[in-house]
């Protein structure tokens, strides 16, 4: 930082709440020094509940990751549960670590778009019971459109100006349109963060974040290979924006390691995507994490072009440019909401790297060489700090928690390198929240049940082991809502695609992952279903394919089966190619119809589907198109009855359920 530039400000991102309830409350957030935070709850009690914490007390960790860029970690255990169904006000002040200052900083200080008009605090509400929530999947910065994460906040605004938050919503009298509950939750299915899909801007954005902050240099595995043996010598490389694919030398040994890591722009059946400016290092993804969340940074920078860019990539850049802006004038908003809903996470293949763990020939080559290697433990180190923490902070235990401390102070030792190793085995990233219903989190990218028949075949999204686990997780319970980043119930045609591909080996070419694309886990979840001791009614949230709908799913046979409602919200900010979907949409239908036999080739011939259509779409169609956000409305049972899409356009789409269009599936 030079002597001209002003301070970073105190809170960099947060406080976003993650899990709650009536006795814990897990906050995060990121700061630009070492503070003591006071942090005062108002539930309607008699008096504030108040706690002063310091690093290092129980219940706040920092973990440091630069000169200015701290991570608290707060994890509060109350002795007396605090009240649920009712609006509970907090505020987070902080006091720098220094000697003689004394100063409290409100968020009125730090963060004076944080509350709700005519609300003097943030809030949240601990739901007894789940009437509604919010969730939704792929979130990309430079995708020209809305942000349905400000759909969320412009909801929560309007029920605040109602009337006090409803925890409670009875399904209307016919004719009647009643505003939803206050959303116990919002659920991020998967693609918080693109890591390897990074705008021309963004990447400029992240570079002088680095340096703001102070972020630590990296010496990078394999640098003798890339042409970059430093984080810094990256960052001043000539092919550092936008040709990121070209730092590995064009040896044989190299092409199958070029096409997993930087092979996203060459699919040319579903995605269209650039993988040319994936993040590498440990800093590049870290600050990634605080400019897609806060608009805290943003004052800071500019984004005026490098001079290192050439004519065939400025003007790339500088329309990428209007679109970042743009999405950054949304960052208050999203700030906003995370600081008032409980917000769970579960990371999918873009958090990561295009594909991740597609196959067990992808695995074989992205894990056997060490840049490839490092680039996915980076991304996987990042979400540790930023997502998986606050999901279920009891899954990492204090010695995990001292080696990232000393990964994050050495970056690239061997320290850093066995932190990797360790985060790649790690069998804990699923969870459970103890809601009514409960909301069960399945991990479908690191427990994969690989082909031994042929490496280049699709693995199956979970193994018999962690299937095995999720069905005594589900057993006894009466109703859940099961979170799987990938629908379990997709599009036949285009799985049908997937797995013409796959048969010929080029998986890679369209996303080949489905839950029936492998006979193992394909059959066993099915089975789940079936076992007489699970859940009679499934809620399955779902995000990941860049379009929306909704599934009513019966088990045929003799004894009737669950109910399972298969609802996917994609993307937050990100669509499917519109001719293509129309195409796909209509082809599906008429392909799948009830009669057809090809509903006999598939997995789930003996399940009846019952497709919700979206309100106002085309005849014909029966999926959504649209960035914004899921909200589903469920009744005492664990029953939805409403869902709806929050689209950026203002519209709130709801989805039908039409009887007479049931198919076999």
């Known amino acids: ?69 701290h991570y608290l970690l707060i994890d509060l255990r109350f002795d007396v549960p605090l009240p649920q169904d009712c609006w509970i006000g907090y505020t987070v002040a902080l006091q720098p670590l220094t000697e003689g200052d004394d100063t409290w900083l409100e968020h009125a200080d730090w963060a004076p778009g944080l509350c709700y008009p005519g609300r003097p605090t943030p809030g949240f509400v601990l739901s007894s019971r789940i009437h509604s929530l919010l969730h939704g999947s792929c979130r990309k910065p430079h995708h020209v459109g809305g942000d349905g994460l400000i ?41 918080q963060v693109y890591a390897d899909d990074v705008a021309g801007p963004m990447l400029h954005a992240i570079h002088q974040v680095i340096a703001r902050l102070g972020l630590p240099d990296e010496p990078l595995a394999g640098g003798e290979l890339t042409g970059a043996d430093s984080a810094q010598a990256l960052y001043r490389h000539p092919a550092g924006f936008y040709r990121r694919e070209t730092l590995l030398p064009r040896h044989a040994r190299n092409y199958a390691l070029i096409e997993v890591l930087f092979g996203g722009v060459e699919k040319p059946v579903f995605t269209t995507d650039s993988a040319h400016n994936h993040l590498i290092s440990l800093g590049e993804v870290l600050a990634m994490y605080l400019l897609v969340w806060s608009p805290a940074l943003w004052s800071q920078i500019d984004l005026s072009p490098p001079a290192s860019l050439d004519a065939d990539v400025l003007e790339r850049y500088r329309s990428e440019c209007g679109v970042i802006q743009d999405f950054v004038a949304g960052l208050p908003a999203v700030r906003r909401l995370f600081a008032h809903l409980p917000t769970a996470m579960i990371f999918d293949d873009h958090d990561i790297t295009d594909d991740w763990n597609l196959s067990r020939e992808w695995e074989e080559v992205a894990y056997g060489h060490p840049f490839s290697r490092r680039v996915i433990g980076n991304a996987v180190f990042g979400y540790l700090i930023n997502q998986a923490w606050g999901n279920q902070p009891d899954a990492f235990d204090a010695q995990l928690l001292e080696q990232a401390q000393v990964s994050l102070d050495s970056p690239g030792t061997a320290v850093h390198e066995a932190l990797i190793e360790r985060l790649l085995r790690f069998e804990s990233w699923h969870y459970t929240w103890p809601t009514q219903p409960p909301l069960v989190v399945v991990d479908t990218r690191t427990h994969r049940w690989r082909s031994e028949s042929a490496a280049r075949q699709p693995s199956g999204l979970m193994n018999w082991e962690s299937l095995t686990d999720l069905q005594q997780t589900l057993k006894g319970l009466p109703a859940v809502l099961l979170v799987s980043p990938t629908p379990i119930f997709g599009v036949k045609l285009i799985e049908s695609i997937q797995r013409v591909f796959s048969w010929f080996g080029q998986s890679l070419l369209v996303d080949a992952e489905n839950w029936m694309a492998h006979p193992g886990s394909g059959h066993a979840i099915l089975n789940i279903f079936r076992h007489p001791k699970t859940p009679q009614h499934f809620v399955v949230l779902s995000g990941d394919v860049h379009y929306s709908f909704v599934y009513d799913v019966e088990l045929r046979g003799r004894v009737r089966g669950p109910d399972i409602w298969q609802i996917s919200s994609s993307g937050l900010r990100n669509t499917f190619p519109p001719r293509l979907l129309d195409v796909l949409d209509r082809a599906n239908r008429w392909l799948y119809s009830p009669r057809s036999p090809l509903n006999w080739l598939t997995r789930r011939r003996h399940l009846r589907v019952i497709p919700r259509k979206p309100d106002g779409i085309a005849h014909g169609r029966r999926l959504l198109n649209g960035s914004g956000i899921g909200l ?25 359920r039409r009887e007479a269009e049931s198919r076999w599936d």
């Open 151 to 191: 759909e969320a906040d412009r909801l929560l605004e309007r029920l605040l100006a109602q009337a006090a938050p409803q925890t409670g919503q009875l399904p209307p009298k016919d004719g009647e349109e009643a505003p939803p509950a206050w959303p116990s939750v919002l659920m991020m299915t998967g693609d």
């Open 1 to 69: 930082m030079t002597e001209s530039a002003p301070p970073s400000p105190w809170v960099l991102a947060g406080p976003i709440l993650r899990q709650c309830t009536p006795s814990r409350l897990v906050c995060w957030l990121a700061v630009s020094a070492p503070v003591s935070l006071r942090i005062r709850i108002d539930s309607g009690e008699s008096s504030l509940r108040e706690q002063v914490l310091v690093p290092g007390d129980p219940g706040c960790r920092m973990l440091s990751a630069g000169t200015h860029l």
């Open 632 to 656: 589903v409305e469920l009744d005492m049972e664990g029953v939805p009855w409403r869902i709806r899409q929050l689209l950026c356009d203002g519209q709130n789409v709801s989805f039908s």
